[in-house]
């Protein structure tokens, strides 16, 4: 069913289609009642084959033919569920959901970017200054902003200083007026 799904015409997630391509793998394995695969999968999953898997028992299968096949299928069932349960087990130790959305949330951001992504240049040297130069430059002006604001304490400091002096120099005179006074 594609009851929940998103619309058709919307291009769907990096985890969407890992999942579609996991459940594709499992469906070409030739379950409880289904032919063999064909083609390139049979190269891939040669356990899967019932021909295989009966001439490896070629006597019992003579034998019991019925049985064979009874324990081919649920063979065949319990490789599924241990393969979906493997893939479960990377997919929640490696975060795979929460990486494979962040990555189309990066190429979705990507598509609007008008100016083409960095590449290098094939120049280490001028590579490390397209990418060294912004930072210094960036830095020098934070470096500037500080200086400029320190210089602008110190002026205050020095303001303060020159008046603390100033009133000093009054005092002094006044407390000579005063000795003047008493004398």
Request: proline share 7%; with cysteine; glycine share 6%.
């Amino acid at each position: 069913g594609d009851g929940g799904g998103p619309p058709a015409s919307a291009t769907p997630g990096r985890a969407q289609v890992f999942a579609v391509v996991v459940d594709t793998f499992l469906e070409k394995l030739p379950g409880p009642g289904r032919a063999p695969p064909r083609g390139d999968l049979t190269l891939l999953l040669p356990l899967c084959s019932y021909q295989r898997f009966a001439n490896c028992y070629r006597c019992f299968y003579k034998l019991q033919p019925e049985m064979t096949r009874s324990i081919y299928d649920q063979f065949v069932s319990q490789l599924q569920t241990s393969v979906k349960e493997e893939i479960q087990e990377v997919k929640d130790e490696g975060n795979l959901e929460m990486l494979f959305n962040s990555l189309d949330k990066i190429v979705e951001e990507a598509k609007n970017q008008e100016e083409p992504a960095w590449r290098p240049s094939g120049i280490p040297e001028e590579d490390v200054r397209s990418t060294m130069v912004p930072y210094l430059l960036k830095h020098r002006s934070y470096l500037r902003k500080i200086l400029k604001e320190k210089e602008e304490e110190n002026r205050k400091v020095a303001e303060f200083v020159l008046a603390g002096r100033d009133k000093i120099a009054e005092l002094q005179q006044l407390i000579e007026a005063h000795k003047h006074t008493w004398q």
